[in-house]
């Protein structure tokens, strides 16, 4: 996918519930996300939509890379926020990203950290877990649509 999305989600893909407008897309204009949790909200939406410059924009210098190829990107599902805190200039949000990998579905667990500097939040580092997802049929679907596995992508 190109840095610009082709299409222009009515919900914001963070999860918030929100409409992308009044959610992340304003962080991917430019406006600088006021506290950790908004960050990786709106990192999570880019890594949806393939906002690659954002992505990096948004990772703090010392640890972003030189580029980021998201072509090979899982079709990321849904984000849950686990747990999140913030002490001064210092932030650490704990998540859960959820993907479909071909028919079956995973999930990346972090631990990321986030430093303000100059006013703006960014992206330092994170601990990752990675795994297997094996819903039941009654359980809720990882797509995030708030309905049963059963009645939603179970195929």
Do not use: I
């Not at 600088?32 to 709106?42: G, K, Y």
């Not at 999570?44 to 072509?71: I, K, Q």
């Not at 926020?81 to 704990?94: P, S």
């Amino acid at each position: 996918m190109s840095d610009s999305a082709s299409t222009t989600p009515d919900r914001c893909p963070c999860g918030s519930g929100l409409p992308y407008e009044a959610c992340c897309q304003p962080a991917h204009a430019g406006q600088a996300p006021d506290t950790p949790e908004a960050l990786m909200r709106s990192r999570y939406s880019a890594f949806v939509l393939g906002l690659a410059d954002y992505l990096l924009a948004s990772w703090h210098a010392s640890t972003r890379p030189g580029s980021l190829n998201l072509d090979d990107s899982p079709r990321w599902a849904s984000l849950q926020v686990l747990d999140q805190q913030q002490r001064g200039d210092r932030g650490q949000v704990h998540f859960r990203a959820m993907y479909q990998a071909g028919s079956g579905w995973g999930f990346l667990e972090e631990r990321s950290d986030f430093v303000r500097e100059g006013g703006r939040w960014f992206y330092v580092s994170g601990d990752t877990e990675e795994g297997v997802l094996k819903p039941g049929r009654n359980d809720p679907c990882p797509c995030g649509s708030g309905r049963k596995y059963k009645a939603c992508c179970l195929r």
